[in-house]
């Protein structure tokens, strides 16, 4: 009874069009097809860092970053679905797939950005050790936010569990399960961080056949496994769906050249953050004051440049361009220079 052409008579008899190859052994019976983009464990995998990524087959991959770029937190109804199959958030997931890439720059913008606030608040209030080098002005700003969803599908495609019922008796059926057809369907949407358009949008999917006829049919067998996107079977489905998904949104955007954005590498940009000193964030058209008398508007963004007025304090300024070596570019009363950030605040 328990042989490969025994199981398909029976799968058969029960409305089943096909099946993967069955073992019979005599431990238990699982047959499990292997999802179309990977073999064993979930496609994604591996890991990433300023140096490059491993692990990261199946992806589309970007000789440099097209722009930095933000993942949406899924919404609560979301995760209590996918908590139906013992899965947690795919964001980490899809965090990991973007940076393997090298496509875009990842920002933390999820649950990390409350513990970065903290650090900011520490050193804004003088806690932080001194050289921390934290403040404001050195966050890369997303251009880009990426939404993503899932519906997650598995329909009964024959009741397996109940044809071996019937052939094996009453005990066999209560530990049998069933023949399942699976499918998950995903998407991806992209959008532009400064002007709020929606830019790109993709779908990715994954089918699987999968059978369980339980470990226990014949004795032994265990309880089942810990969830998750590597070692469920959904979880596995889920993740190879994200990663077609991905794929379908570099395409789009390395297709465009109006959509990528002038970022440096993540070695670079990681770097700069470290190195670039805090400043005040300043806006274009922000009215700034001197703290004190004497400040001095200079022609460029350097100590040792030609001073063109001394300032008094309480003197307004606007912010006419961007913040360059620690000093910011404003307009006076009398003309246009640099002063140096920590000598001027908002008025």
């Known amino acids: 009874m328990r042989n490969e052409r025994t199981w398909r008579a029976i799968l058969a008899g029960v409305g089943v069009a096909a099946i993967s190859t069955a073992i019979a052994a005599q431990g238990g019976v699982t047959t499990v097809t292997k999802p179309k983009q990977g073999q064993g464990g979930s496609v994604v995998q591996?890991?990433?860092?300023?140096?490059?990524?491993?692990?990261?087959?199946?992806?589309?991959?970007?000789?440099?970053?097209?722009?930095?770029?933000?993942?949406?937190?899924?919404?609560?109804?979301?995760?209590?679905?996918?908590?139906?199959?013992?899965?947690?958030?795919?964001?980490?997931?899809?965090?990991?797939?973007?940076?393997?890439?090298?496509?875009?720059?990842?920002?933390e913008r999820g649950v990390g950005m409350q513990n970065m606030a903290q650090e900011r608040q520490?050193?804004?209030?003088?806690?932080?050790?001194?050289?921390?080098?934290?403040?404001?002005?050195?966050?890369?700003?997303?251009?880009f936010v990426l939404t993503p969803g899932v519906v997650f599908?598995?329909?009964?495609?024959?009741?397996?569990?109940?044809?071996?019922?019937?052939?094996?008796?009453?005990?066999a059926g209560a530990v049998a399960g069933g023949l399942k057809f699976k499918e998950a369907q995903t998407s991806m949407l992209l959008a532009d961080t400064r002007s709020g358009v929606q830019v790109a949008a993709a779908e990715g999917s994954t089918k699987k056949a999968d059978l369980h006829l339980g470990g226990a049919l014949w004795g032994g067998g265990s309880a089942g496994s810990?969830?998750?996107?590597?070692?469920?079977?959904?979880?596995?489905?889920?993740?190879?769906?994200?990663?077609?998904?991905?794929?379908?949104?570099?395409?789009?955007?390395?297709?465009?050249?109006?959509l990528q954005r002038n970022v440096g590498t993540l070695?670079?940009?990681?770097?700069?953050?470290?190195?670039?000193?805090?400043?005040?964030?300043?806006?274009?058209?922000?009215?700034?004051?001197?703290?004190?008398?004497?400040?001095?508007?200079?022609?460029?963004?350097?100590?040792?440049?030609?001073?063109?007025?001394?300032?008094?304090?309480?003197?307004?300024?606007v912010v006419i361009g961007g913040d360059k070596d620690g000093f910011i570019n404003v307009q006076g009363t009398t003309a246009s220079g640099w002063v140096n950030i920590v000598l001027v605040q908002k008025r």
Do not use: W
């Open 46 to 107: 591996g890991g990433a860092g300023t140096s490059g990524s491993q692990g990261d087959s199946g992806l589309e991959h970007c000789e440099k970053p097209m722009g930095a770029i933000a993942v949406h937190e899924v919404q609560d109804e979301m995760l209590g679905y996918l908590r139906r199959y013992s899965l947690t958030s795919p964001i980490p997931l899809i965090r990991l797939m973007i940076q393997q890439s090298n496509c875009f720059i990842v920002v």
């Open 267 to 317: 070695k670079q940009e990681a770097a700069a953050g470290g190195t670039k000193k805090a400043s005040a964030v300043f806006n274009e058209g922000d009215v700034l004051t001197p703290k004190i008398a004497g400040v001095k508007l200079l022609s460029d963004a350097s100590d040792t440049s030609k001073a063109l007025a001394t300032l008094a304090r309480g003197e307004e300024l």
């Open 226 to 258: 810990a969830g998750g996107y590597g070692n469920t079977n959904e979880g596995k489905i889920i993740a190879a769906a994200f990663m077609d998904n991905y794929n379908n949104i570099v395409k789009v955007v390395r297709g465009d050249a109006s």
């Open 153 to 171: 599908s598995e329909n009964n495609a024959g009741g397996v569990g109940g044809g071996v019922a019937n052939y094996f008796g009453r005990t």
């Open 122 to 143: 520490l050193a804004a209030s003088g806690q932080a050790r001194a050289g921390s080098n934290v403040g404001g002005g050195q966050m890369v700003a997303a251009d």
